[in-house]
């Protein structure tokens, strides 16, 4: 009959509008979903270049620490050939100030030894003229210390 009919058209009528409003709704559902997903795809891409961004910070920091710490280094090399240097310095100057010391020193030695040579002459003809009479004229100068006498050899006097 045609009321079955309707009744039937009516409930698929009915179902269809259920079926589409359902459909909407998982259509409304999956736009969501997308929305969702394309958002935290948004969110892992950000965190991947902050995660790059990190890293190259990172990388960049140790390297700015390892050329620091090379600067550092070769300051210090510098700084410690320049001490070094200045101390090599002062013992060169010790050095030759110790050798013109030894020096001057030896000056004296062979003046002094000279002057006691001269001197001990004097005396012997002094000593040998006084025995016959003789008056001697001034002694003869004495350059060089005789050859007997080592070099090293110090007298000393002693006057009262």
Same mark, same amino acid.
């Given at each position: ?95 030759? /100030?110790? +050798?013109? $010391?030894?020096? &001057?020193?030896?000056?004296?030695? @062979? #003046? =002094?030894?000279?002057?006691?040579? %001269? ?14 009479? /003789?008056? +001697?004229? $001034?002694?003869? &100068?004495?350059?060089?210390?005789? @050859? #007997? =006498?080592?070099?090293?050899?110090? %007298? ?5």
């Amino acid at each position: 009959d045609r009321g079955d009919v309707d009744q039937f058209l009516d409930e698929i009528i009915e179902t269809l509008e259920d079926e589409a409003q359902h459909r909407a709704a998982l259509e409304a559902e999956i736009a969501d979903l997308k929305e969702r997903v394309s958002h935290f795809k948004a969110m892992e891409e950000s965190l991947q270049n902050t995660l790059v961004l990190a890293r190259r910070t990172a990388d960049e920091v140790k390297a700015s620490a390892h050329k620091e710490a090379d600067l550092i280094r070769e300051q210090a090399r510098l700084t410690g050939e320049r001490e070094i240097a200045g101390y090599n310095d002062a013992i060169a100057d010790v050095r030759r /100030e110790h +050798q013109r $010391a030894v020096e &001057a020193a030896e000056k004296v030695r @062979s #003046e =002094l030894r000279s002057l006691l040579m %001269t001197h001990l002459a004097l005396l012997e003809r002094v000593d040998g003229g006084a025995g016959n009479g /003789e008056a +001697q004229s $001034a002694p003869p &100068a004495v350059s060089e210390p005789p @050859s #007997e =006498l080592p070099k090293d050899d110090t %007298t000393r006097i002693t006057v009262y």
